[in-house]
């Protein structure tokens, strides 16, 4: 089904919308997309501003008008839009593990892996940080800090998927799309699974295989 | 009501561990509380790391010893046992608002007050990123730009509170509980409210009057 009456700003290589496309696609759904490059500074043009004055993408503009952004909301808007299959958790226990492992493919890995990449990339030498604000020159000792604690994500991760084949509650949620995405941008900076990640890298063939993937 | 069959895992100065606190005191909740003092490497024992191996804090210990890290996967899993009042969005577009708030809080302010302050205080020398892992050598232009841009956050801040009482669905959500936390935390590194903030020095305080910011 597409939501044709909504628009979902987007970048198709960026890590982020592809969260929401992915999870989209998990739904059976699509919204028509709008691209916006970031890496040209799209994000920082009036035009853009005047959607999301943060300057990030995804957004989703609803046919209302009313808008929203962070690839998380975005996502937990449609799961209460369509809520199968539950990608979110069903009971106490499910919603509190299953946001656990999100955040921490969020924080340990994405924001990680970001801050390596926006801080060493050269189109991105004055805005080290994302969004519409004050020039941030690149730290480099920030882009290391971020390969090492990307790698040490990496190893955790291969710890973790020892004892599951998903993140949380048995089964492939919200959680596996971030560590999924987060895989394929760690290799931006450098970072892949090696012989000493086994499970990661037979995670990551388990979840490429889904049709979400090339969404 | 008190829920003398788990255990939280806290920080009564920390800003993380705050949220839950008052999270539980607004559905009328409380947890016995362990205290873990992170300024002290406590959260660096291998006591601690035997309940939480990323050395963080909030952890909720379930009756069965389950475990729960990450305030808001923690906040979820009690939202779930305790609906009400409710903090996280009740139809979709409540819960997307909600979510995206909070974020937003958290990325545009807690991230970068976090930065700002562990970049820069002498006990987080050698632990510029929170938790267990490698040593993180404060980086102080990563303690400038996470004040540069914690007071892009105030201020955005004040222009988003010109139009509304409460951050999101027109009522006192999660979203308010991250955003008086960070102001909070904000004074740690000198960012306050100031006479070009009035819409958020008034939300502020009227936080502060309600009970659960004592929590």
Request: aromatic fraction near 8%.
């Amino acid at each position: 089904m597409r939501l044709d009456d909504m628009r979902l700003y987007d970048m198709k290589m960026a890590p982020n919308p592809r969260r929401v496309r992915m999870f989209l696609a998990e739904k059976g759904l699509a919204v028509p997309l709008v691209e916006v490059d970031i890496q040209a500074g799209a994000n920082l043009s009036p035009e853009y501003l005047a959607v999301n004055p943060r300057g990030v993408v995804p957004t989703l503009v609803l046919a209302d008008g009313r808008v929203l952004d962070e690839s998380i909301a975005i996502c937990r808007y449609v799961e209460a839009l369509r809520p199968e299959p539950n990608l979110f958790g069903r009971d106490a226990f499910e919603i509190g593990e299953i946001e656990q492992w999100q955040r921490r493919m969020e924080f340990d890995g994405m924001f990680n892996i970001a801050a390596a990449f926006r801080n060493s990339a050269p189109a991105y030498a004055s805005r080290g940080a994302p969004g519409s604000g004050p020039e941030t020159p690149a730290i480099p000792a920030l882009a290391e800090r971020g390969q090492l604690l990307g790698r040490q994500w990496l190893d955790r991760l291969e710890e973790a998927l020892a004892t599951r084949e998903w993140l949380a509650a048995g089964r492939f949620t919200v959680a596996d799309i971030t560590a999924f995405i987060c895989l394929d941008f760690a290799k931006w900076v450098g970072l892949r699974a090696g012989p000493d990640h086994p499970n990661v890298t037979a995670y990551h063939a388990r979840i490429k295989a889904r049709p979400s993937a090339a969404a």
